[in-house]
């Protein structure tokens, strides 16, 4: 164990000239990256983690930082798993006591991990689009933040969406719900039976064990069940693999609607001809019509200081998810610069009150022209969420196209059952929620 | 009933898959008694050789020709570099070197070919044969049957190989007995190298065939997971035990898919679907506990 | 010279019966319990507790756990994982619903509950040998991850089966710093480790190695097959549990059935292949390897590749940090096969006479 004190000595030696180093260092907003980019998810992540590097290093040209504040951040790679998440976590953690952007870690599991760690150590954990969907009530989960919608919400509005096609009308029908059997995959369930239950939908449940290679049993038994819609939760190739299994049973795609885990050009291209008319939710869109890509394109990568190894991935589903999430968290702190100073970088605990205050409206959005690449966005102490709003998209074979407005989940069914798990979470924690009527 | 011939045959021609790459297990315990963990990784570094090359602009035929070469050259130099140097070595240091094999080809291949899922046309659409679809309403895929059809083809040459051959004789000579085989003046370091040749062809064959089958990415390399039930059932030793058990393999684990959660669902509640995982491996514990050597396997003698 | 054992004599068979008969070694690991007691909990960073310290101790002990079974009886398994998975998913359910349980108790508790899964597991153990068994085993591994996944009971029906640990108490004391967790698992550790060099050196401990090194022989001996592996199922079961349990409550703080993958078996088997097969001393230095070497990777491949201007993108260091782990797995066991814990032998030779080798 001698070993293991040396390097403890010098650790902490380096990160005391660090600390005097950053105190005399222009302001600077740091954040922890805990991503990855190989392993069985790693091609998403390359897009994703790409996208919002990118953004960064576009605020960074662009503006010159937010108010002046430059953005800087370092990477640690998970491999998508929880404990090496937890160790990146820690890893970096050090480093964010000054500033600190939200960690997006893009893993449920280590999502949770990090919920109660990133809480003492007032770190804003951002789960855009995944993670653990009851921190929507931030009065129990103050440093929480699944943004923009949730597995529940978002499942919600595909059943709004089908019952819209099908005239308002969904008594009678049935629907499967065929899912990666894991925690993301298990997470919309009860959501989708509070629905079935209100529209009379026969609700049929299919798992699928990881890592969802062969189908063939599920698919044979969706062809004998007849559904009149498959809703799909599935994650890497999974994703290829039903498109395909439901293309050998006949099953037509244009019935199959994804999660938004289930809907990007990874799981599309490589499925090939068997993938077109599939269509899946989403909360931000595709393609380099949105200003802000085409604008990144031009500035970042015309500097040379893209983050893509592969410049066509530029306008892919992932890599503007990852654009809206460093939009979200950019926009956290300046929000958070209005309240504590601008032309400074911001504390965790800053930029959770920016978080947490959000109010990215459709003019806001023209502004940073991120106009329909993501929903409206506002959050507030009970409402972490912010938006509960998606598209659906449909693939046509060499692009995904939007087939529909922004649709919102219906709340009133969905946000009930956040409150109560956050309630029992709350309960077995010994935490005493927040009161949100005096958040301000 | 059709119903269920339908699930039986579904999951047989699922289980010419799992055979496929059970046979590049075989292959190498069989010669040099490794267990290979890394023929996973080598299913997918074949696959993505293939769309590599694709790529650049060769032709699926060239494409194939390059990835067999490159398999080639990685498996003689895998005997090479990492087992002759582990020679008498214990079974288990040899198996441990093949997962940091697997390891090596996981950060090797994506970095030179690119990690995104691609798909691989090889001219064969995944669809149900209309024909059958119309008149026994059953569901049998194109795809499928030809996967088996190059399944068959393949155990044939292999067989030939073995038989007919001066190097498939050594090979079988050397897999019954190492040190006779070197007795008589076999070189084994060329059969092992060639060995793993063979292996990689096969993985190859598997590849592609996966890599059609679901794309091309790095979820290949868990193809090795569908494949060890079906080598214990099958043997680790025997070439047709790996086909006959990827058949029971295939068939049972879709039937259990459809016809068990609904009987476990009635006596727990709860829906317990999702069981594939599994199955085939307690299928295959239960079975051995019958036969320990698996279906084809040599009974061990155990002499004091 | 420094490692020198002539003149030490044994004059009484307590003596000659320790554990550490050398005086060399017991002075050593005094010296590494007081650093490791003292020393660590004063200067380490919350990193070092939380990152490096506590996981490479609940991995020591899972990997001791697979030892016992691998490298002392011999029995090859890849299902530690699910054995670590019952032992965390037992002590949630305890402390859930047993009123005012210790949570000691429930450590105890939760490896005792593994090793029950174990013995039924291990039942086939008797029939099945070599790469049979271990990829039998793996009917363990997909099977308890499954079940945990399948009976909400299990994790309180929460909705997506993801467990999060209760707080915990030893004497109204709540142990809830990184610091305090470490003590507390080092605690564990230590004492289960001593358990475990005691317990291998007894007859149990001879009955598993001749089963190991050949059972007919051992059981043309009388050394009865049945009860000898089914006990070293049970007990290597019972240490994975008990990390298992650390993992969950001391280490993550919330896990789920997928996070105890094959691929954490795996990891638990490179540690002790690694560290050395039938060796106490070699868990810990496989743990340690196993677990440090990616993050050494990780530091080191930037550093590197900035210092040569090398230009190469995050995508293609991560990949290269995987190939590098690989190769380096490959690397050691050409140059030693049987792990660092015979290196360390080796090195143990060397300083018998070293500085003055003639």
Redesign the interface.
């Known amino acids: 164990m001698t070993k293991i004190f040396k390097p403890a000595f010098a650790a902490a030696a380096v990160s005391l000239a660090l600390f005097a180093q950053g105190a005399t260092a222009a302001e600077e907003q740091f954040f922890p990256i805990i991503g990855y980019r190989v392993g069985p998810y790693g091609a998403n992540g390359q897009s994703l983690f790409g996208g919002f590097i990118d953004y960064l290093s576009y605020v960074n040209l662009k503006e010159g930082g937010v108010n002046g504040v430059k953005m800087t951040w370092e990477e640690c790679e998970t491999e998508y798993n929880n404990a090496k998440g937890v160790e990146c976590y820690e890893r970096l953690k050090g480093k964010a006591k000054a500033s600190a952007g939200p960690i997006h870690p893009l893993s449920t599991g280590i999502s949770y991990a990090l919920i109660e760690k990133a809480s003492a150590d007032k770190i804003p954990l951002a789960m855009v689009g995944y993670g653990r969907t009851d921190a929507v009530d931030g009065s129990v989960f103050p440093y929480a933040f699944p943004l923009v919608t949730t597995y529940q919400m978002q499942a919600s509005a595909i059943v709004k969406f089908i019952k819209d096609k099908e005239k308002g009308n969904l008594a009678g029908k049935k629907v499967v719900f065929l899912y990666h059997d894991s925690a993301y995959g298990k997470e919309p369930i009860l959501a989708l039976e509070a629905e079935s239950r209100l529209n009379k939908f026969d609700l049929v449940q299919i798992p699928v064990a990881h890592p969802g290679n062969e189908q063939g049993a599920q698919w044979l038994k969706i062809r004998q069940e007849k559904p009149d819609y498959v809703i799909f939760w599935g994650w890497g190739v999974m994703n290829q693999t039903a498109i395909k299994a439901a293309q050998k049973v006949g099953f037509p795609r244009d019935k199959m609607i994804g999660s938004w885990w289930a809907g990007s050009e990874e799981d599309t291209v490589s499925a090939g001809d068997a993938a077109k008319g599939y269509m899946s939710a989403t909360f931000n869109v595709s393609g380099k019509a949105v200003p802000v890509v085409a604008d990144i394109e031009k500035v970042v990568y015309g500097a040379g200081k893209g983050n893509l190894q592969d410049a066509s991935k530029i306008g892919t589903i992932l890599y503007n998810r990852g654009i809206s999430m460093a939009i979200l968290s950019v926009e956290a702190i300046r929000k958070a610069q209005e309240k504590y100073g601008k032309g400074k970088a911001m504390t965790g605990e800053q930029v959770r009150w920016g978080m947490e205050n959000l109010n990215i409206t459709e003019a806001r959005l023209k502004q940073l022209g991120a106009t329909n690449l993501l929903p409206e966005v506002k959050t507030t102490c009970d409402n972490h969420e912010g938006s509960g709003k998606v598209k659906i998209q449909q693939w046509d074979g060499s692009k995904w196209v939007a087939v529909s407005e922004w649709l919102e989940g219906n709340k009133g069914l969905i946000h009930p059952l956040f409150q109560a798990s956050a309630k029992q979470y709350a309960k077995e924690k010994g935490i005493t929620p927040r009161d949100c009527a005096k958040e301000k | 009933m059709n119903f269920f011939f339908e699930v039986l045959i579904g999951g047989l021609l699922s289980g010419v898959m799992y055979a496929l790459v059970a046979l590049g297990f075989v292959l190498i315990f069989k010669a040099s008694g490794v267990f290979n963990f890394a023929q996973g990784a080598m299913v997918y570094l074949a696959a993505l050789s293939v769309v590599g090359c694709m790529e650049h602009g060769a032709p699926l035929w060239l494409a194939i020709i390059l990835a067999f070469i490159i398999m080639t050259l990685f498996g003689i130099a895998t005997e090479k570099f990492v087992l002759r140097k582990l020679v008498n070595q214990p079974p288990i240091t040899l198996f441990m070197a093949t997962i940091g094999l697997a390891f090596f080809i996981e950060g090797l291949a994506p970095m030179v070919f690119g990690s995104e899922p691609r798909a691989l046309e090889i001219g064969i659409v995944d669809e149900p044969i209309e024909a059958i679809l119309e008149s026994a309403n059953m569901v049998i895929s194109k795809f499928d049957l030809v996967a088996s059809g190059v399944a068959a083809v393949l155990v044939t040459v292999l067989a030939l190989f073995f038989q007919y051959t001066r190097v498939g004789r050594a090979l079988r000579a050397v897999a019954d007995d190492h040190q006779a085989a070197l007795s008589i003046g076999i070189p084994l370091q060329h059969i092992w190298a060639i060995v793993w040749g063979v292996a990689g062809f096969v993985a190859l064959v598997a590849g592609m065939m996966w890599g059609a089958r679901n794309g091309v990415q790095f979820a290949l390399t868990f193809t090795a997971l569908k494949a060890l039930p079906v080598l214990i059932l099958g043997g680790f030793t025997s070439v047709p035990g790996a086909i006959v058990g990827g058949l029971i393999i295939g068939a049972s684990e879709k039937l259990a898919e459809i016809y068990i959660p609904p009987v476990m669902q009635s006596a727990f509640g709860g829906n317990f679907g999702g069981i594939e995982g599994w199955f085939p491996y307690v299928l295959a514990l239960l079975f051995l506990l019958v036969r320990p050597e698996g279906l084809f396997g040599e009974k061990h003698i155990d002499r004091v | 010279m420094l490692y020198r054992e002539a003149g030490q004599f044994k004059t009484t068979y307590a003596a000659d019966q320790q554990l550490f008969p050398i005086r060399q070694d017991r002075l050593g690991v005094i010296a ?1 319990l007081a ?2 007691f003292v ?2 909990p004063l ?6 507790f ?4 506590i ?1 490479f101790l609940v991995f020591s002990l899972a990997a001791l756990g697979l030892n016992i079974l ?1 490298g002392y009886a011999g029995q ?1 398994s890849l299902g530690s994982a699910a054995f670590m998975a019952v032992g965390a998913y037992a002590a949630y359910n305890f402390q859930l619903r047993v009123e005012g349980i210790p949570i000691l108790v429930t450590f105890i508790m939760a490896g005792l509950t593994a090793a029950g899964v174990g013995i039924l597991f291990g039942l ?1 153990s008797l ?6 068994l271990a ?2 085993t ?2 363990a591994q ?2 308890i ?2 079940c945990l ?4 009971w299990l994790s309180n029906n929460s ?4 467990i ?1 640990t ?2 915990m108490f030893i004497f109204g004391h709540e142990f809830d710093s990184p610091r305090e967790k470490y003590l507390l698992v080092l605690s564990i550790v230590v004492f289960l480790s001593l358990a475990a060099k005691n317990m291998v050196r007894s007859s149990t401990g001879r009955a598993w190695m001749a089963v190991r090194d ?4 051992a059981s ?1 001996i009388g050394i009865r097959l049945m009860p000898t592996k089914l006990l070293a199922f049970a007990v290597s079961s019972f240490y994975c549990g008990v990390a298992g349990a650390l993992y969950a409550f001391c ?6 059935p ?2 105890f993958s ?3 078996s ?1 990891r638990i ?2 540690m002790i ?2 560290g050395g ?1 039938g060796s106490i001393l070699g868990s810990y230095l496989g743990a ?1 390897f196993i677990l440090l070497l ?2 050494f990777l ?1 530091i080191a491949l930037p550093f590197f590749a900035n210092l040569f201007g090398l230009p190469f ?4 260091v ?13 690397f050691f ?2 140059v030693e ?1 049987h792990g660092l814990a015979r290196l360390w032998q080796i090195t143990k030779e060397k300083l018998r006479l070293w500085p003055f080798p003639h």
């Open positions: 590494l650093i490791g020393g660590v200067f380490a960073s919350e990193y070092w939380s990152a490096i310290l996981p691998t090859l086939p029939r099945i040998k070599g790469f049979y990829v039998a793996l009917a997909f099977f991850v499954w996944t399948k009976f909400p909705s997506s089966g993801v999060s209760q707080k050949m059972d007919v022989a043309v280490y993550l703080g919330s896990v789920e997928d996070g094959l691929e954490l795996f088997l490179f292949i690694i097969v340690a990616p993050i990780d993108s995050t995508a293609t991560s990949h290269i940090q995987v190939l590098v782990f690989g190769s380096l797995i490959m066991l050409i096969p």
